[in-house]
């Protein structure tokens, strides 16, 4: 924002900023900050912001300054569930990525597919599933998951009926969760 102003019966248009000598030397410079709309719960706890009416004010908000947090979860899948649940979440995901933390083997002939990674933005998820037997392929898929968090817990899920048929269950192992909130 700027201000029209009148120094030494000279007048300004639009002046942003001005840069004025000190005392004893050096310069002091003062901002126009009436255009500022940021409230204490903006700005990160224990950083300092000047209001637009110019009052220095020491921010609130926890999580760096901004309502979105991380965090990761860990969860041990068995018998190739088609469903995930991760719990004791902090806060109702914004987005997440599930990647699986386990190698998958490969052997044999029977076709399964095991999703390997699951991402959301919103109602938007996205995910990868290896499909192994006669033919090993990384199949991305675009529909078929869904996700819900009630209370402190995410359920990730598959349309899959089991592992044999795509998008896939989950394989036996290892998943990693890291989510916004």
């Known amino acids: 924002m700027a201000q029209n102003i009148t120094l030494l019966g000279a007048s300004y248009s639009a002046v942003p900023a001005v840069?004025?000598?000190k005392t004893g030397g050096g310069t002091a410079s003062f901002t126009d900050v009436t255009d500022t709309t940021a409230a204490a719960s903006d700005v990160a706890s224990g950083k300092y912001f000047y209001t637009a009416a110019g009052v220095r004010t020491q921010g609130t908000a926890s999580g760096g300054g901004g309502s979105v947090q991380f965090d990761t979860k860990t969860v041990t899948a068995s018998n190739y569930p088609v469903s995930l649940q991760f719990t004791s979440m902090k806060g109702e995901p914004k987005a997440f990525v599930v990647r699986l933390n386990t190698s998958v083997s490969s052997s044999g002939s029977t076709t399964y597919y095991?999703?390997?990674?699951?991402?959301?933005?919103?109602?938007?998820?996205?995910?990868?599933?290896?499909?192994i037997g006669s033919t090993r392929q990384v199949n991305s898929i675009t529909s078929g998951y869904s996700w819900s968090y009630s209370?402190?817990?995410?359920?990730?899920?598959?349309?899959?009926?089991?592992?044999s048929a795509s998008p896939g269950a989950f394989y036996s192992g290892s998943y990693e969760l890291l989510y916004a909130y």
């Open 19 to 21: 840069t004025l000598p």
């Open 151 to 163: 209370g402190t817990t995410l359920t990730i899920t598959s349309s899959a009926a089991s592992r």
């Open 114 to 131: 095991y999703i390997v990674e699951i991402a959301a933005f919103g109602t938007t998820t996205h995910g990868n599933c290896f499909r």
